[in-house]
C-alpha cells in the first residue's frame, strides 16, 4: 500500500487493506496501533482479532476531537483480544467497554543481549538515554539538566550518551555546543542491540523523561544492564521506578537535583541497578511475555 502521510489517508486504504487479508486468509490479524492499523483491522472483519494499543493511540490521539474517542470505541469493540503494555494503558482501553479482555503484556527484555556489566569497570558518572531526539522525548530537558549537574558537581567526570537519532539532532547538537558541553556530550545516534549494550555497559544511569509514554523498552533494557533509571512521572514508569527517582516532565532543575543525589552517592548509585536488573530478570523478560501471548493465541483457536 502507499504511504499514509496525512490521518485521512487511512481511510483510503480500507479496501487495499480487505483485499490483503482475503488473500492471506491468515488464522488470526493482529493490529499495532488501535487508531490506525487496527482501524483497518476492525473495517476488515477477519476473526479472530488482536488489538495491541502502543501508548498515545489511547492515552493521547482519542482525546484530540470528539470523534475519535468514538472511533476508538468502536474500533475496540470490534476486537477479540486487547493487550496493552502498562497497567495504565490496559485500563485506558477498559474504558471503552470493549467485549474482548484486556491483558497487560509488555515487550520484555532479551537478557541474553542486555545484562549487567561489571560495576569495577565503569569509569567517572556515565550517563545515557535511549530516547529517540524528538519533541515528546525531552532531550533539550536533559540536556539542561546535564549543564546544571556539572555546574553542581564540578569535580566529577561527567558524560552524557545520547542514542536514538531523530529530526531535533541539529537543534540538539546547537544546544549543546552553544553550552560549551561538546567534550562531555556524546551523539551516538541509532545503533544496533550490540552497539546499545556496548554504552549501556559504560555508563552507570540512564534517563528516560518524556512527556507521554507507555512502557519503555529503553527503560527496561537499561534496567536489565544494571543501571540506575531515572524517569518522568508516569502512570507506566511508576509501575517499574522508585518514587524517588521519578521526576516531571520537562522540568531540568528537578531532574538535576535527582541525578546530583544518586550520583554523589556510588553504593546507591550501584545499588538501584543491582535492583533493577533482579526486578528484569522476575518481571520483564522478553521469552516469558512471549510465551504469555503464544497461550493467548493458542486460546483464541480453540
Known amino acids: 500500500m502507499p504511504p499514509v502521510r496525512r490521518q485521512a489517508d487511512w481511510l483510503l486504504r480500507v479496501a487495499d487493506a480487505q483485499r490483503h487479508v ?18 483497518l483491522a476492525a473495517r476488515c472483519g477477519h476473526h479472530p482479532l488482536v488489538m495491541t494499543a502502543w501508548g498515545s493511540d489511547l492515552l493521547v490521539t482519542p482525546h484530540t476531537r ?21 497497567a495504565s494503558l490496559v485500563e485506558a482501553a477498559r474504558q471503552y467497554r470493549p467485549r ?25 558518572v556515565q550517563i545515557v538515554s535511549l530516547r529517540a ?41 546547537r544546544q549543546v555546543q552553544a553550552r560549551g558541553l561538546d ?22 544511569i540512564s534517563v528516560s523523561v518524556p512527556a507521554s509514554d507507555a512502557t519503555s523498552v529503553a527503560m527496561l533494557e537499561s534496567m536489565a544492564c544494571g543501571l540506575a533509571v531515572v524517569a518522568s512521572d508516569l502512570p507506566a514508569n511508576r509501575q517499574w521506578i522508585a518514587p524517588e527517582l521519578l521526576v516531571p516532565a520537562g522540568d531540568a532543575r528537578a531532574l538535576a537535583r535527582v541525578l546530583q543525589q544518586l550520583a554523589s552517592d556510588e553504593d546507591r548509585m550501584h545499588q538501584v541497578g543491582e535492583h533493577n536488573a533482579e526486578r528484569i530478570a522476575l518481571d520483564g523478560d522478553r521469552k516469558a511475555q512471549m510465551d504469555h501471548i503464544d497461550r493467548l493465541y493458542r486460546q483464541l483457536q480453540q
Open 66 to 86: 470528539p470523534w475519535m474517542r468514538w472511533l476508538t470505541g468502536w474500533i475496540l469493540r470490534r476486537a477479540d483480544l486487547i493487550t496493552g503494555d502498562s
Open 133 to 173: 531526539w524528538e519533541p515528546n522525548y525531552q532531550i533539550a530537558t536533559l540536556i539542561d539538566a546535564f549543564e546544571l549537574l556539572r555546574q553542581q558537581m564540578p569535580g566529577t567526570p561527567f558524560q552524557l550518551h545520547l542514542l536514538g537519532g531523530g529530526s531535533l539532532e541539529a537543534r540538539l547538537r
Open 22 to 39: 482475503r488473500e492471506l486468509a491468515p488464522d488470526i490479524v493482529h493490529a499495532h496501533y488501535v487508531t490506525s492499523y487496527g482501524y
Open 183 to 204: 567534550q562531555s556530550v556524546h551523539f551516538h545516534g541509532r545503533l544496533d542491540d550490540a552497539g546499545m549494550a556496548a554504552v549501556l555497559a559504560r555508563c552507570k
Open 100 to 124: 474482548a479482555p484486556v491483558h497487560e503484556i509488555h515487550w520484555g527484555v532479551d537478557r541474553a543481549r542486555f545484562a549487567p556489566a561489571p560495576w569495577e569497570d565503569k569509569d567517572g
